[in-house]
């Protein structure tokens, strides 16, 4: 980080000397035409996610709680995805997503749905990305919220079905109250872990079509590895680190006053 730090205020290209340049780097980067627009597509990027991949696995976690057989196979199942390598995963969806024998095409095809061009289209290439990030991270987020539901004492929702309550009763009048703070915790995590998305645009869409796909974290590699300014990388990674730090400040201080109840 320190290094980092450094850098963001160097002309530096890792073979000759650095040299101090000031604010220069925070210029040259503010002034890319691609700056706003890749931290548009980060905050697109985590609120899709959010809402996708945050709400899933929770529905997940208290379907398999609530049923009776085969817990332990479907657990394997829903974590499956988490033991593959993140290259071997996006690159499974990138055959998925081909536009002429890939399988989502062929599903649409069964219903008499025309082919989409998921990864060649402004339209769909960034909800493509966020459904192959909400299939990796998806075991993680539900064995998580399995646990906690695990922990919720068994007589609360004795009472409730004592009570008439069905469901999503239960779910809305216990299950949300009793993990509230995983829930703003996972949250908190989920904003930090997607405002650095960068292996599915790399892999998938080289930041395209037309820079809609394009986030903070690969424009950042792109500033020190495609164009050699480890100056203006820096100074990007410098500014995303800053964000991230205030959601990791909420996070700690949520931790902690947890921990003192």
């Known amino acids: 980080m320190v290094r980092e730090i450094v850098l963001s205020f160097q002309q530096n290209n890792f073979v000759d000397p650095g040299k101090w340049v000031g604010f220069d780097n925070f210029t040259t980067v503010f002034t890319d035409p691609a700056f706003g627009v890749a931290w548009l597509n980060t905050a697109a990027f985590s609120g899709l996610a959010l809402v996708i991949g945050y709400a899933v696995p929770f529905v997940l976690a208290v379907v398999l709680n609530e049923l009776k057989h085969a817990k332990a196979y479907l657990r394997f199942v829903v974590y499956l995805p988490v033991m593959l390598p993140p290259a071997v995963a996006v690159l499974l969806f990138k055959w998925f997503y081909d536009p002429g024998s890939g399988l989502f095409n062929q599903a649409l095809g069964v219903v008499h749905i025309p082919p989409l061009s998921w990864l060649d289209s402004t339209s769909t290439a960034l909800i493509s990305l966020v459904i192959v990030s909400t299939w990796m991270n998806l075991g993680t987020g539900t064995l998580i919220y399995l646990a906690a539901l695990q922990s919720i004492p068994g007589e609360l929702y004795e009472s409730a079905e004592l009570d008439g309550a069905g469901l999503l009763k239960r779910v809305r009048h216990v299950t949300i109250p009793q993990t509230k703070l995983i829930l703003l915790v996972m949250l908190l995590l989920q904003i930090v872990a997607t405002m650095q998305v960068f292996i599915e645009p790399y892999l998938l869409t080289g930041g395209g079509p037309e820079n809609a796909t394009v986030t903070v974290a690969y424009l950042m590699y792109q500033y020190a590895f495609n164009f050699g300014d480890f100056g203006g990388g820096s100074a ?7 964000v991230l ?3 990791s400040t909420i996070y ?5 006053e947890e921990a003192e109840r």
């Not at 990007?236 to 800053?242: A, K, N, W």
């Not at 700690?252 to 902690?256: E, I, N, P």
């Open 236 to 242: 990007l990674g410098l500014m995303l680190m800053v």
């Open 245 to 247: 730090l205030v959601f």
């Open 252 to 256: 700690l201080r949520v931790s902690r």
